[in-house]
């Protein structure tokens, strides 16, 4: 039974792949065409009446074969409240005009030829019904006149003697005629509603059929679109070229036709997007299985000529239950769902959530807030001591970028660098905090020049991609003329190794200036060692996780004792980060840890409380150790 049903849907599958879609035409068209068909049925009652008076027909009987057209003309044109009423009533309009033109021509075959103008005609509405209706007027009307009036209809001896088998044969023609359009039709809205690498549905086809699916729901059942964005594909369109690219594209395609069931939607959106209507779904769970389902299948490599290359995607899923939700909302909803799946982290799935737009727009807002900031002086440095682990004094400060909103107040840095990186701002804003940095080392060393004191600056992954920076770092150290070697820049590990080529030579050219480096957040990246001999590195920051880990169980500690002592055996200075507490500082001290940052001794400051600490560092800094144990 089950097989039965499902072979009955098959082929129901099928027949809807040949046969047109119709319902593409938006309201807009539609009305224009249906006036412009209607116009074309008012034309035809003057055209007519004149053309029967021209023939000798008296007024009256004129008259009486033009007023029906007329009054079908003006139905059509009336407030049926469907499309396909007025367009039912439009189409018998039509052949009822070439039936008056036939009768008044006395059953000519020229005028019969008009039929399959207006069977042309009807095919504007790309509608089903006109069609069937134009055949069954075709018929009938020439069945039955042909019988009660046969030299008004037929011209010719044969079907004056069997109407009814004329009548037949012209419906058929009509039926051919038909045929023919609706093959015209098909054709023409496959190219606009496909999409022409992937032969799949593009996003006209798709919204109007989510738009079905939404109206169809019943109560208890769900609607779930799924938005997909491929990773990577970028890098294999720039490093393989683009016909390697559309290869991956139309595998994918296989892949995800091959995810879902007879009746859901696999459509492409443009690029590397695309979209999954799956309908009528029992519960959420679903439309998440479907979307895990399609990231494992992706997760199998892809074979590119003679290339293996993988990828992966970030989905969104929205599910639309009963009432209010458009196409175009489950659309945007998804896709907002895959913009948050990419950002944290890619290769996932996540479902909307009403939050993540208050979250788009925040970071909409925030983004065209941090444009102006820096020319209204909204930014601050801090800096936060890095101290001496051996006698607690302060070895230097790590310069930390504040912003101070108007509205919002102070925005972690967490929140706007990684906004900053992705629109460049980067760039300039890094510069800033630079120059306000070797400023305010250099005013330190004029008032402390008994004191060696070191600045820490960070430097994003986009302005290490920059040609300018060398030149920016040189030209801050001249101005400013501070000692190249207390400088330290810090890049992060995930940075170091992300793009090796061009980091390699940029930082060779900062160490000729004399700069040193470190690298931050050490121990959460690649955790390849080799790099650390590649890359000429000065100073190792052990990440604060690795910190926080010390005092938990032994194999914890012993994790985290080994970065540490890892980081010593390489003749590297060691700045631990996040230290919270005593016991993390003693079991520092123990480890052998040169240097140490974090909250048990100070809270990144302002430049006029750092530039105190520096006079009276010590019982400062253990005053507040003490306050803070
Ligand atoms: P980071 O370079 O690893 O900086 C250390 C972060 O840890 C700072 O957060 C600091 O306030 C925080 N921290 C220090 N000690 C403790 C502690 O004991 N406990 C805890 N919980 N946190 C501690 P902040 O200032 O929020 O900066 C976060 C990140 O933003 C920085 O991490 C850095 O990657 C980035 N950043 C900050 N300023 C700049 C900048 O000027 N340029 C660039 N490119 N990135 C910056
Ligand atoms: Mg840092
Ligand atoms: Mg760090």
């Not at 036709?257 to 799956?278: M, Q, S």
């Not at 972690?412 to 980067?426: D, K, N, Q, W």
């Not at 040189?474 to 090796?500: C, F, K, N, W, Y």
């Not at 957040?521 to 920051?541: E, I, N, P, Q």
Request: aromatic content about 6%; overall charge negative; proline content about 3%.
């Amino acid at each position: 039974m089950a097989l039965l049903g499902r072979a009955r849907g098959e082929i129901a599958e099928r027949v809807r792949n040949i046969l047109p879609e119709g319902r593409a035409l938006s309201d807009d068209l539609w009305e224009r065409r249906h006036d412009g068909l209607v116009r074309l049925i008012w034309a035809h009652v003057l055209g007519l009446l004149l053309f029967g008076l021209i023939r000798g027909y008296p007024l009256g009987h004129t008259l009486i074969d033009v007023v029906p057209l007329a009054a079908l003309a003006a139905l059509a044109k009336s407030t049926f409240p469907s499309r396909r009423m007025r367009s039912s009533v439009a189409a018998v309009g039509l052949v009822a005009c070439s039936a008056v033109l036939v009768h008044l021509s006395g059953g000519a075959i020229e005028a019969h030829f008009h039929f399959f103008v207006m069977v042309g005609l009807l095919s504007l509405y790309q509608e089903w019904l006109p069609f069937l209706l134009a055949i069954g007027f075709v018929v009938l009307h020439h069945g039955v006149l042909g019988a009660i009036f046969p030299r008004g209809v037929y011209g010719h001896p044969a079907a004056i003697a069997h109407p009814w088998t004329w009548a037949l044969i012209h419906g058929l023609f009509v039926l051919a005629a038909s045929v023919a359009n609706i093959l015209a039709w098909r054709l023409n809205e496959h190219q606009a509603l496909h999409d022409g690498l992937t032969g799949l549905p593009n996003r006209v086809l798709l919204t109007d059929r989510i738009e079905h699916a939404l109206d169809r729901r019943d109560d208890n059942r769900l609607v779930g679109v799924l938005f997909l964005d491929l990773d990577g594909f970028k890098s294999v369109n720039d490093t393989m070229g683009h016909a390697a690219g559309d290869e991956l594209l139309c595998e994918v395609t296989r892949r995800l036709l091959g995810a879902i069931r007879l009746g859901d939607t696999c459509a492409r959106l443009g690029g590397d997007e695309f979209a999954i209507l799956l309908d009528d779904l029992e519960a959420n769970g679903a439309a998440l299985h479907a979307a895990d389902r399609i990231l494992e299948l992706l997760a199998e490599p892809f074979l590119l000529g003679r290339h293996k290359v993988t990828v992966s995607a970030s989905i969104g899923v929205a599910l639309c239950m009963a009432g209010g939700a458009t196409a175009d909302d489950a659309l945007r909803n998804a896709d907002m769902a895959m913009y948050s799946a990419k950002r944290h982290g890619k290769a996932r799935v996540e479902i909307y959530e009403p939050a993540m737009h208050a979250a788009l727009l925040r970071q909409v807002e925030l983004e065209s807030d941090l444009k102006v900031a820096l020319e209204q002086h909204q930014f601050a440095v801090h800096y936060q001591p890095i101290v001496n682990l051996t006698d607690n004094s302060v070895h230097g400060f790590e310069a930390l970028l504040r912003w101070q909103h108007p509205r919002r107040g102070l925005v972690s840095p967490a929140e706007f660098i990684p906004r900053a990186e992705e629109t460049g701002l980067i760039v300039p804003l890094g510069a800033w905090v630079l120059e306000q940095a070797a400023q305010q080392l250099a005013a330190w060393q004029w008032a402390h020049p008994e004191r060696v004191v070191e600045m820490s600056v960070n430097l994003s992954a986009r302005q290490l991609q920059d040609e300018g920076l060398v030149g920016i770092v040189s030209s801050v150290l001249q101005e400013t003329g501070i000692d190249p070697a207390r400088l330290t820049l810090e890049i992060t590990e995930s940075t170091l190794m992300s793009d090796s080529w061009q980091n390699e030579t940029r930082l060779e050219s900062l160490h000729a200036l004399g700069v040193k480096l470190a690298i931050d957040d050490f121990g959460t990246g690649y955790s390849a060692m080799s790099y650390l001999r590649r890359f000429r590195v000065d100073v190792l920051k052990v990440d604060k996780s690795f910190v926080d880990e010390l005092l938990r169980g032994p194999e914890d500690r012993a994790l985290a004792a080994a970065v540490v002592t890892m980081a010593r055996a390489v003749h590297m200075l060691t700045v631990a980060e996040g230290i919270e507490s005593a016991g993390q500082l003693a079991t520092l001290q123990s480890l052998g840890c040169d240097l140490g940052q974090g909250y048990y001794f100070s809270r990144p400051l302002p430049a006029e409380a750092a530039g105190d600490l520096l006079m009276t560092e010590r019982m400062v800094l253990q005053s507040r150790a003490t306050q803070s144990a």
